[in-house]
């Protein structure tokens, strides 16, 4: 379960975000690092979309909340970034976990089925990826979770998916002002816009807006997605 997480002492570090920002020489680096995910028009494209819904707000949002599992570390960029990270992977966790339980429920088959397969795949590839970045920030990957999810009609599923989906795009969203490496932004930046569209394929299945928050995603802050994910955790 989520531990309460105390303030870092000591002045905050300049999030990458507001470096970028205002430094065209960082950001072009930035872009080609982007680029190599996400591909070169849809990362600049994607970087603005960042800025606009994030603004240059300088609220931090890792002093919530954290999950079980996240290490204390030294160093102030690299402390922020760790928990971050480790968040992220613990979503990625649950999202995982959910996915293999409904590919072996027997409840979808044919072309949903192998939807859903590829969407666990990537999620998978997600969880491998945070794991190997709490890593090369010198922390400890969170301990993994095995999440509570209720798996009893097609209809539920596709509901709860795109639930889960949304939440994860606005969580990443709702860290992008925190993160204090490039590196990270770059990684949480790709990760997002395969979140956001799983989640507007998912939409579609539910017959809803691809895009409910209308022109601009919403970011949702730690405290806010760990209290939606709560009745999976165990």
């Known amino acids: 379960m989520p531990n309460a997480l105390n ?16 430094d065209p020489s960082e950001r072009k680096k ?4 982007v680029g190599r995910n996400v591909g070169g028009a849809a990362a600049a494209s994607s970087f603005a979309v960042f800025l606009a819904a994030c603004g240059s707000s300088k ?7 954290t999950p ?3 290490p204390s570390s030294t160093g102030s960029g690299n402390a922020g970034d760790i928990k971050i990270v ?9 999202e995982t976990e959910f996915y293999k339980k409904v590919v072996k429920s027997g409840l979808f088959s044919g072309p949903t089925q192998s939807l859903l397969q590829t969407i666990a795949a990537q999620e998978q590839m997600h969880v491998d990826a945070l794991k190997q970045a709490a890593v090369k920030l010198g922390g400890t990957p ?9 798996v009893t009609s097609a209809a539920q599923v596709a509901k709860l998916a795109a639930t889960v989906e949304n939440l994860g795009a606005s969580a990443y969203l709702g860290q992008a002002g925190n993160i204090v490496s490039p ?7 790709a990760i997002h816009t395969v979140e956001a569209r799983h989640a507007a394929v998912l939409n579609t299945l539910n017959k809803l807006s691809i895009t409910p928050d ?10 806010t997605v760990l209290a939606a994910v709560a009745p999976f955790l165990p």
């Open 68 to 70: 079980a599992g996240t």
């Open 142 to 150: 969170a301990t993994k979770v095995v999440g509570k999810f209720p």
């Open 30 to 33: 930035f872009l080609k690092m």
């Open 86 to 94: 480790n968040y992220a992977l613990t979503l990625e966790y649950l």
């Open 183 to 189: 590196e990270i932004l770059a990684s949480a930046l």
């Open 59 to 65: 609220k931090s949002s890792t002093t919530a909340s």
């Open 7 to 22: 303030e870092e002492a000591g002045p905050r570090p300049v999030a990458a975000m507001e470096v970028l920002a205002r």
């Open 214 to 223: 209308g022109a601009f995603a919403k970011p949702a802050d730690m405290a």
